[in-house]
């Protein structure tokens, strides 16, 4: 008991510790993707006053997501806003989904002209926009450009081609 309170303790703490470094630091990946995109896409119509980048959700990407509060986007503040639901979240520019939302709930945002994001496997089969995945130690994206196009939002041929696929 001595040589795992000594020993293997700490390892195991390390290791916890590590694994806790590691998601915050992929949080803050992915939210730097959020706002990145935003940088590559046109919405249709005249965009307000402010840029909302939305989690739906259990917020998943916690304080990596809130960061981005007051940066810019197409010259405008982005607010970072948590709604309640499906509906809240159409007044929203690019929405987070961090839970399992329905091919109907996708649907309702992107007639909506709101880009989502997710990193649930089945997300772009669902209907959503764009998935960021894991690939060995590095967060990379796919992306469903039936399902933007459907949802009358322009991707610039520059963030395509940086896709790992494009269906």
């Not at 503040?77 to 809240?88: I, K, M």
Request: charged share 25%; aromatic share 6%.
């Amino acid at each position: 008991m001595r040589l795992f309170t000594a020993f293997l303790l700490p390892l195991v703490l390390c290791a916890a510790l590590a694994r806790a470094a590691d998601s915050a630091s992929e949080n803050a990946l992915k939210a730097a993707y959020l706002f990145n995109f935003a940088k590559f896409i046109e919405w249709p119509g005249a965009l307000g006053p402010g840029f909302k980048i939305c989690s739906l959700g259990s917020n998943t990407l916690g304080k990596a997501l809130d960061s981005l509060e007051g940066k810019s986007v197409k010259d405008r503040a982005v607010h970072v806003l948590h709604p309640a639901g499906v509906e809240s979240a159409r007044e929203c520019q690019v929405v987070f989904v961090a839970d399992n939302l329905s091919g109907r709930e996708l649907a309702a945002l992107g007639n909506a002209g709101v880009l989502t994001v997710s990193d649930e496997e089945d997300f772009l089969d669902r209907g959503g926009h764009m998935l960021l995945a894991r690939d060995g130690d590095r967060v990379v994206f796919d992306v469903n450009l039936a399902a933007v196009r459907h949802a009358r939002l322009d991707i610039s041929s520059r963030l395509l081609k940086l896709a790992r696929s494009v269906r």
